[in-house]
C-alpha cells in the first residue's frame, strides 16, 4: 500500500513563536512539545525552536525529557511537568507538585500551584502548611512559581479572573521567584495574565486560541494520501462496513490507504470531506482501519495515485475536530506513525 504524507512546516511553527513572543513582550515564551509536539516530532520541532531562539522547553515525563536533551545538548531549560526525581543527573528541570516533591528534591525547580484547576500543584491546604514551615525549600532553587489556567479559552469565564486573583496572592506569600502563568489562549487574555514566562503549545501547531474568533496562527501541516484504487458504482449501490451510504446516481468512489489506525476517527465518517485537484470531494462511508472512501465522481480526471488532502487549507485540525466533536489537540495528536513525514526547514 501507498503512504500519506504528513508535511510538516517547521518555519511556520518557528513564526507562529515569534508572533506570540510579540504579543507576550514582557516574559518568554516557552515552547511545549509533550506528546511528541502535539504528534508533530519533539526533537525536530524544538531544534528548530532553539535555533531561533527559544530557551524554555516543557514536557509531560522524564522520558520525553531525556531524549530532548540529547536532541537539543546543553542549554536550554527542560522542565518536566509530572516532576522527575533524578532531574538533576540528566539536566532537566522537575516541576514540584506537592509538599512531598519540594521536600525530596535540591537544585532547581519550578513549582506548581493549584489556582482552580484541581489537578497538578499545591493546593490551599499544602500551601498554609509552607507559609507555616518553609523548610521544604532549603536546598531547592526556586527558578519559577506557575500556575495553569482551566478556561483561558472562554475569556469571559470568571474563573480566569479568579485564578489571577489567587496566583498573585499566592506568589506573595512564597520566596520570591518569576512566574509562569499563561498557556497559548491565556496569551490573548491581556496583560492580567502577561508574566515571565508563557507556556504555549497548542498555537504553536496552528491550533486557534482564541476559538469563535478568526485563527491568528499560522497552519503548520497538511496531510496527502494517495487514491489506491477507483471504483464505479451504479446508483443504489452501498459502500463501506455496513452499508451506511448508498449512492444516488451513477457514482465513482476513491479509497486512500488511511483510517482510524492513522487518527482519522469513525467519527468523521460521511461527515468529513477531502481536496482532490482542488476540488471537494466528500467522504462517503464508514472510516475503516486502514481505508476512507470518497465519491469523487465530480473529478472525472482523477487517476490512481492522485493525492487527496485530508488535512491542510480546506479542512484543518480545528475543522476536523468540529466534526469529530473533540478539540484540535487530539486530533494532531492521534495522527499516526504510518505516514511518511516530510519537514519543511524553518
Not at 513572543?21 to 509533550?34: N, Y
Not at 536546598?139 to 469571559?156: C, K, S
Not at 446508483?235 to 465513482?252: D, E, L, N, Q
Not at 462511508?285 to 470518497?294: A, E, K, N, P, Y
Request: with cysteine; hydrophobic share 40%.
Amino acid at each position: 500500500m501507498s503512504q500519506g504524507l504528513l508535511t510538516i512546516d517547521l518555519g511556520a511553527i518557528v513564526r507562529n513563536w515569534r508572533k506570540l513572543c510579540a504579543i507576550h513582550a514582557t516574559g518568554a515564551v516557552a515552547g511545549v512539545v509533550k506528546a511528541n509536539a502535539y504528534g508533530l516530532g519533539a526533537n525536530r520541532v524544538a531544534t528548530a525552536l532553539r535555533d531561533a531562539g527559544c530557551r524554555h522547553f516543557f514536557v509531560a515525563q522524564p522520558n520525553e525529557a531525556i531524549s530532548l536533551r540529547k536532541a537539543l545538548g546543553p542549554g536550554p531549560m527542560i522542565a518536566v511537568l509530572g516532576g522527575f526525581a533524578q532531574a538533576a543527573e540528566f539536566d532537566v528541570t522537575p516541576v514540584l507538585n506537592s509538599l512531598a516533591d519540594l521536600r525530596a528534591y535540591q537544585g532547581p525547580a519550578i513549582l506548581q500551584v493549584d489556582t482552580g484547576m484541581s489537578r497538578l500543584g499545591l493546593d490551599a491546604s499544602e500551601l498554609d502548611a509552607l507559609a507555616r514551615d518553609p523548610t521544604p525549600f532549603e536546598g531547592v532553587e526556586l527558578l519559577y512559581v506557575m500556575t495553569h489556567l482551566a478556561a483561558a479559552d472562554e475569556p469571559d469565564h470568571p474563573l480566569n479572573a479568579v485564578q489571577a486573583d489567587r496566583f498573585a496572592e499566592i506568589c506573595l506569600k512564597l520566596p520570591r521567584a518569576r512566574r509562569s502563568f499563561a498557556n497559548s489562549s491565556g496569551i490573548f487574555l491581556g496583560g492580567r495574565y502577561a508574566s515571565d514566562l508563557a507556556r504555549p503549545g497548542c498555537a504553536l501547531y496552528g491550533i486557534n486560541p482564541t476559538p469563535g474568533q478568526p485563527n491568528p496562527m499560522e497552519p503548520v501541516l497538511r496531510l496527502d494520501v494517495p487514491v489506491l484504487q477507483l471504483r464505479s458504482i451504479p446508483a443504489g449501490a452501498t459502500v463501506g462496513y455496513g452499508g451506511s451510504w448508498m449512492a444516488s446516481r451513477p457514482s465513482r468512489i476513491a479509497t486512500i490507504p488511511a483510517g482510524y489506525a492513522d487518527g482519522l476517527h469513525r467519527a468523521i465518517s460521511g461527515k468529513g470531506h477531502g481536496m482532490l485537484r482542488g476540488r471537494m470531494v466528500p467522504m462517503v462511508g464508514r472510516v475503516s482501519m486502514d481505508l476512507i472512501t470518497f465519491d469523487v465522481t465530480e473529478v472525472p480526471e482523477a487517476q490512481p495515485g492522485d493525492l487527496i488532502e485530508v488535512l491542510g487549507p480546506s479542512q484543518d485540525a480545528d475543522c476536523l475536530a468540529d466534526i469529530e466533536g473533540t478539540i484540535g489537540y487530539e486530533v494532531l495528536t492521534s495522527l499516526g506513525n504510518r505516514y511518511r513525514r516530510r519537514y519543511v526547514s524553518a
